[in-house]
């Protein structure tokens, strides 16, 4: 299937239903009442799956707020795509109600991704974790010493990463490896400190994922989760480039995000994709990259591509 067949009608602004999404979520009036109910459907039925998120959100809060001035690097200027309306916040990722929701988000779309499963949060979240995991497990040989997740958010992936990671060293008789979470907000860092108690991440770094500052062949595996669909391509191409600069030759890149394939997504509703789409600011551009071929043009090799869920996909790949 060639990328622009894969690409859901919806998310196409060219033609179609795509065209008329786009033409409305353009229109100011609608926007901020599009951006409610985006966010008033995601918490409802949030609650309703036992998600605590708005108790959580204020909890998380308190606990973030005296952490935020040292989870900023003074004098770093996001790019201007980061200052896109994103996720239904007019500040985008640089809000606090961005970080502080962001945990109870991703165990919302955790859930959201098996509907006819009887499935708690925890249960949910642990499925999606071990089938990135058993996608990234053939690639790994011997010990790994260096791991960054890029574009961290809030930590959830850099803390599923380094438990597995730690428990794959266990049991093989290595050291367990140093992790590192990368994110450009300051408030997203702030909020996974307070959630990482335990201490499983080394260091919570504020920076951009295409420009980290990080030693070149200094990796042994990259993480990339749920990122390249909130880029304009510039900015996947330029993350790629970074991503192939830090891992070591025979180094890991493991990529997951939306399944441009996937017969969920083909399918959405208009109204869910009109709600989508006002809220993914990049997502059109998103579907219409042909990730493999840029991973290649990265310098990556034995890219290994499978479905982790019916609506993502992992991609693993080696330097």
Sequence with gaps: MTNAAATPRWADSSRGLGRLIELLIGIGLLRRPLFFQARQLIIRTAERSGIPWRARREELRQAAAP????????????????????????QGNLCWQAAAEAEQATDAMALRVWPDDDLTPAQAQTRLRDAIHAAVQPLLQGPIRRVVDLGCSVGVSTQALAIWLNQR?????????????????????????????????????????????????????????????????????AVLAEAGRLLRPGGVLVMVDQDPASSVLQLLPAPVA???????PYIEQYFALDMPAAL???????????????????????R
């Design 274 to 280: 009109t709600l989508l789409k006002s809220t993914e």
């Design 169 to 237: 060293a266990d049991a093989a008789g290595f050291d367990g490896p140093t992790v590192i979470g990368l994110d450009l907000s300051p408030d997203m860092l702030a909020v996974a400190r307070v959630r990482d108690s335990q201490g499983l991440v080394a260091e919570w770094c504020h920076g951009a994922a295409e420009s980290t500052g990080f030693e070149s062949g200094s990796v042994d595996l990259i993480s990339l989760q749920f990122v390249c669909h909130e880029l304009p391509q510039q900015a996947t191409h």
């Design 296 to 318: 290649q043009q990265a310098g990556f090799r034995d890219q290994s591509i499978r479905a982790c869920d019916p609506r993502h996909r992992v991609i693993a790949c080696l």
């Design 67 to 90: 952490l935020l001035e040292s989870s900023t690097t003074t004098g770093l200027t996001p790019p201007a795509y980061y200052r896109a309306r994103f996720h239904a916040y007019e």
